[in-house]
């Protein structure tokens, strides 16, 4: 049978994780500067690429992991490095280039992956279907799954209202303060990825 219980506890960690509150600065730093049906479709790549990474780590998570011999905690690092680069990127600036802005699709790199499908996002589906008890505790699971996917899209879907209101100099500030938060995220990640590794040592 479903499981409720489940579902609500997967859901709430994946939010918590994939913040779709916090990621609609970032995602509206990234985009802007592009006309609104790209910026619409792009919201749909994003999410896209992040339930295809999320699904296929889902099923084959833990396979892939050991076959390139790497743990949890060196996911969580890598991922938080790369974070850390791309909010420097937006802090000096260098997304307002038109090379930036305009040719790279950031909507697969790095919305739909690593800031939404990242470490933290991942390891939690990959314990979650592990430990899920039947066909009903699967089914739970990847109803969280789908229903948080969803909820991203919504909210990407609908952040672009705000572009229509803080206009280009709005655009900038949020540019630079999606930059400061999405580096203490990277920087909280490698953390978690140390603090990981020293424990198990």
């Known amino acids: ?107 697969l790199v790095p919305l739909g992956m690593p800031l939404l499908a990242g470490p933290g996002a991942i390891v939690s589906v990959i314990l979650a279907v592990e430990k899920a008890d039947g066909l009903g505790g699967q089914i739970s699971v990847w109803a969280a799954i789908a229903a948080m996917h969803a909820v991203l899209w919504l909210t990407l879907r609908h952040s672009l209202l705000i572009i229509r209101v803080i206009k280009d100099g709005g655009v900038v500030l949020v540019t630079r303060l999606a930059g400061m938060m999405l580096s203490a995220i990277a920087v909280q990640q490698i953390i978690n990825g140390v603090t990981q590794v020293v424990r198990g040592a």
Not at 40 to 55: D, E, K, L, N, S
Not at 97 to 103: I, S
């Open 1 to 107: 049978m479903f499981d409720a219980a489940l579902f609500g506890s997967l859901f709430l960690t994946l939010f918590v994780i994939m913040d779709p509150p916090g990621i609609t600065p970032i995602f509206l730093a990234l985009t802007a500067g592009r006309p609104a049906k790209v910026q619409r479709r792009m919201a749909w790549q994003a999410v896209a690429v992040a339930f295809g990474v999320i699904t296929l780590f889902g099923i084959m998570g833990r396979r892939i992991l050991a076959y390139l011999h790497v743990d949890e905690s060196s996911l969580m690092i890598a991922g938080g490095l790369l974070l850390l680069l791309i909010a420097l990127d937006l802090l000096t600036g260098k997304t307002d280039e038109p090379k930036q802005t305009k040719d790279v699709n950031v909507a």
